[in-house]
């Protein structure tokens, strides 16, 4: 393949200006949003220095006023022919993310002895050509860690000298895959020296980053329910050994083509959560939970489950969903062949692949054709998309549903910007708040040919109880859906507002709502979740008939 034979959007010499006039430009959602201010819009390049501000940053006072924000969109799970099992070029992936909308994204190839060897310092080669080339993209490196005893973790550091350095070490000192801790069942000899050395790993990330080795580090856990491998104490145990580096996990999977009905067949399912429970998974998952709920992971889809669990404790965890792309759906790529005596083990590189013109198998989508995280920033630059992410100012979404969400929660009658997503408010018992919610409904055609429309939007809350006595606990018995507004046929920018009643115990808020074409009694009950997701017939998941957006919580602490 030559990139002479890439399609247009995918062709990386094609500029971005020609893209704009396509109408294909990644900006053009955040544009048509109205986010960004000229002056942030034509902000300088995006070095490891964070770039021109859109507004200056007010401070995050715990009880406070946070900053206003501009959201940037991305994806942290995307493979190219720097994994072992993908397709992809470089170039074809950071030209399909500029035209479905992305600001940012990781690359996160498979760890492997040839990618360790060879692939990590040749694919920084090609990221450092694609930063200097087009600043507007952030594009991090990054690496997809097979956790000891676990599933797997997107590992991503900041630009400067020592990234690539830092995930090459990492991978080397700490990959399950690589070193053969891989074993993790209850009882087994390995299993206990394994999940500590994951817990040695997250610490030893945090270290790099507290010594100035690298400005920032952080990692998410990735399709934690696929396998079922990822305990609830393991979870619990990698967040606390560096909550500052290990801040949260895929809320939704990616392959989320993976059920179209007539391409896979008869079984297939969203994510591809096709697997049953094995020796390695945890004994105390229902075999439920290995099945995604309107294309999104049990652990988030429950209300009241694992992700609530977590954050009932009172400790921010965030989610996101990403595209996990290696292989599109109804693409007509196919890898290419090796040359005599030439291997991924020798080279940490697929052959590109060539076109057949024949649709070839694949789950995927292309990032940000789908699944879209959504990160609110202060600046442009990739230390402020850390930041946001580190700071839980996150919401989802899938097939476009949305142009744009601002949360905010407020003492009622304040003039202050209050909290937002992610944050912390600390009020007096009785205190009566109001919670703001923003919507800007979809404004044209997702990549689809559908102009999605926003059906519901509903407030989970949940009890903050402190720490759980027992760390396997998948259970937030206090959190339910607690408010439910039809907004069906709202067009345009509207604002909700709940009002919020302080108790005598401290909570959380989190949202979520959906295009309202498939849902029913939630996993836990209807008095807890009456229209939730619920899993889609094998074969016949179309997601995108099937669409929600998801927030991080916000938090408010009682103090008397």
Known sequence: MTEQQLPAWADPSVSPAVLDAQGVSRRGLLRRAGLFGAAFALGGAATPAVATPAVAATGRGYGGEDPRLAYLVGDHHVHSVYSHDAKYTFSQQARAAARYGLDWMVFNEHSNFGHASYGAALEHKEILEARAANPRQLIFQGLEWYIPAAEHCTVFAAPGPHETDLLTKFELAYDGKLLGYTEGAAGAADTARNEAHAVKAVRWLAEQRRTGYVDDVLVFANHPLRLGIDSPHEMRNWRDAAPEIMIGMEGAPGAQGAAIPGWRGATSLRGEYENKPSAQSWAGYPADAYLTYGGFDWATATVGGLWDSMLAEGRLFSVTTNSDNHRTVFDTWKNGDWPAGQNFDNTGRLPDPVNTDTPQPGSDFWPGQFSRTHVGVTRYGYRAVMTGLREGRVWLDHGHLLDGLEVRLRREHSNGRGVTLGGRLRVRTGEKLTLEITV???????????????????????????????????????????????VSGRKGTYTLRVPVTVGDESCYLRLRGSDGNRNGTGYLGASVDPHGPIPHEPGNGDPWADTWFYSNPIFVDVVG
């Open 440 to 486: 800007t409904s979809a404004s044209r055609p997702n990549p689809q040919g559908i102009l999605p429309q926003l059906a519901h939007v509903d407030v989970i809350r949940g009890a903050v109880r402190g720490a759980v006595s027992d760390r396997d606990t998948w259970r937030a018995p206090d959190t339910k859906v607690v408010r439910t507004t039809d």
